[in-house]
């Protein structure tokens, strides 16, 4: 959500997020034999009637995080049901209470005192962050559900302060909190190359391991001249929208940068729609799921708006805490700790799965 953030692994794949299928139908809730010419788009466009291909990503991350970008023909692909289980007869959510009675009767740390680590995150980021979500959202539960995991049995208070660069510029260098949730992580390299910041993140703070992966890509209206962009440079001339408490370092990395094109960054994380449906703007540079969230919640559907069939980027998300915080590489091990084990009891990706389809129930 917020800044800039991980590993360096951010991707630029031409994926094809609203292309027709070039194979034989898929179906939701089955394996899928890869194609010549399948993309992920096109995939996600059958199974799911959708170009936001995130749920595919999300199970099968160990197969496509080092080559999302190119589909080799006769990889075997899950396709989750619709409401994130990976097959028709399990259920979402039960290897989370698995997990959490197996806590529940570990035995417990000594009784030296420990402070309640406080994380700090922000509402609007459906389905990643927000008070009105189940557990606060998705990025919320990963990160409070890790702390709770791999022995950590770690007090913890979340708290919403929605001036999200208020984040890295006071509240966590003062002090008042301990945790970020989220934010990109970047390659930090080169970290006097990058934004504002993204500098600041590289210089001044350490990031946990990464949490989620998520998908920038860029909507434009269905009959506006930069919807079958190619290369980036297709999209000179351009309005180009992200609200101002997004990362921009991958839009800088791909040279969408003035002159080619005019930055526009409102406040609001849900006005870069509002102006592209007016004309205000000529491209809307966002993470496919919240730009999915939005033509969801558009009463028309979202019927004019498309998402470029051949230009996106993963991008790794984390936590950050600060350099000089006391306490801090003890909560980054807890959490990474944490993180480890969900991923190897399933618990991680039952954590994504039902907090997606309870954005999807409540959005509905």
Known sequence: MLGNKRLGWAVAIGLGLVMPSLASAQEACTTYTVKDGDTLGSIAQSAYGTFDYQLIFNANREILASGANVLSAGTQLVLPCED??????AEVGTIIQQEA???????????????????????GWAAFTDESLPGGGMFVRLVTTALERAGNDMAYKVSYVDDVVSHIDTLLPSGAFDVGIAWDIEDCTNADLLPDLARKLCLEFN???????????????ADSKYAEARSYDDFAGARMCRPVGWASSDLIRNGLVEPLVTWVRPEAFNECYEKLQ????DVYAMDVEFIAGNLKEDPEGG?????NSYLAEFMPQGFVVLKSNPRGRDYLDAVNAGLREMRESGEWYDVVASSLAAYNNIAQ
């Open 84 to 89: 994130g289980r990976l097959t028709a007869d």
């Open 207 to 221: 990031f946990s391991d990464p949490i989620y992966e998520i998908v920038y890509g860029y909507a434009t209206m």
């Open 278 to 281: 007016s004309g205000e703007v």
């Open 303 to 307: 019927k004019n708006v498309v998402v």
């Open 101 to 123: 009675d197996k806590a529940a009767a570990a035995p417990k740390k000594d009784g030296a005192y420990r402070p309640a680590v406080r994380v700090l995150t922000a509402n």
